[in-house]
């Protein structure tokens, strides 16, 4: 019996890896990749209105291994979660623009979802480890987490975790609150996952680790090409569409969806704008933290040290 346990786990293992490797070979069922010689062009700006809400902070005091993730604190034993990172004209980072329920059109590339847990924080394999700081306004780095992604559903996802600590991995199906995959992330350079199986019609997911509630990545599941993500000013291009009417769906997390309905034409160029309205965040009520926020203007090492004019209340 104790012999069969490592042959056991060697083939979940290799399973999982077969099943990774291969679904980029796999159809994306219910699209055609045709020629598009005459097809139109999405331009615009995704827009936060009104005051910036509050960041999150989590005492480390209250998770385990916090002297090992006080690498991403802020020098004074709280990690600061930017939900809204919001640049110049109300420009929205991590926003997805999506243009719903196309058919046919360009190729559409395998969308493989990897992260890797590091520093106590998962981050996509794909962007740089510079994408992840950035200098504030007395010179000192500090971290910015990636926040969203763009997947696609009944796809393998895969996470490396490559901490000296434990961690977990929790998928949620966030318009429900159910969660759809569960799976221990042990010291290891094996990746660990499974299957994204999103019930019809729903399309966000938010991964958090089981041990540190500040592990968090959102993502927005798409079943075409047709996608952008916005960088901190907010624009977006989405070109070669099809001439045809469409739906076109912004979103970011801790906002509702924004839906427009366009109609395109051959070579066309429309200019699509997304405007949020920050006083309609409305967070779960397990997420409130009446007790950890501050306000954007506050500086990281003073929201704790009894300046209560810098405190920032939820209500």
């Known amino acids: 019996m104790e012999e069969s346990e490592p042959v056991s786990k060697k083939i979940v293992i290799g399973l999982f890896l077969f099943l990774f490797l291969i679904s980029p070979l796999l159809p994306s069922y219910g699209y055609d990749e045709i020629e598009v010689s005459n097809g139109g062009t999405l331009i615009g700006k995704v827009t936060l209105n009104g005051p910036k809400p509050p960041v999150r902070v989590f005492p480390l005091v209250l998770y385990p291994f916090g002297p090992f993730c006080k690498m991403i604190s802020d020098g004074e034993g709280n990690v600061i979660v930017q939900e809204f990172i919001v640049g110049a004209g109300g420009g929205m980072q991590d926003a997805v623009v999506a243009v719903v329920d196309v058919k046919k059109g360009k190729p559409f590339p395998p969308i493989r979802p990897q992260f890797v847990a590091e520093n106590c924080m998962f981050h996509p394999l794909d962007i740089a480890p510079s994408d992840h700081t950035y200098l504030d306004k007395e010179g000192r780095t500090r971290h910015e987490h990636p926040l969203v992604r763009v997947i696609q559903n009944n ?14 991995g929790q998928l949620f199906q966030s318009e429900r609150g159910n969660i759809i995959l569960n799976f221990p992330l042990p010291v290891s350079n094996e990746p660990r996952g499974g299957m994204i199986r999103l019930d019809p019609g729903k399309r966000i997911i938010q991964m958090i680790c089981g041990m540190h509630e500040f592990m968090q990545s959102w993502m927005f599941s798409v079943d075409n090409p047709y996608y952008a993500m916005t960088r901190k000013d907010g624009d977006f291009q989405i070109d070669r ?13 801790q906002m509702k969806p924004i839906e427009k309905e366009i109609t395109v034409s051959a070579d066309e160029t429309i200019v699509l704008n997304f405007e949020f309205d920050a006083a309609t965040v409305r967070r779960p009520e397990y997420e409130r933290q009446e007790k950890f926020r501050i306000g954007p203007e506050a500086l990281p090492h003073e929201h704790l040290t009894g300046d209560k004019e810098k405190l920032f209340i939820q209500e």
């Not at 796809?155 to 977990?168: A, C, E, T």
């Not at 569409?241 to 997390?253: D, K, M, Q, S, T």
Request: hydrophobic fraction near 35%; glycine fraction near 4%.
């Open 155 to 168: 796809q393998p996802i895969s996470v490396v975790n490559r901490d000296p600590v434990l961690h977990n």
């Open 241 to 253: 569409l099809p001439p045809g009417r469409y739906r076109v769906i912004a979103w970011h997390p």
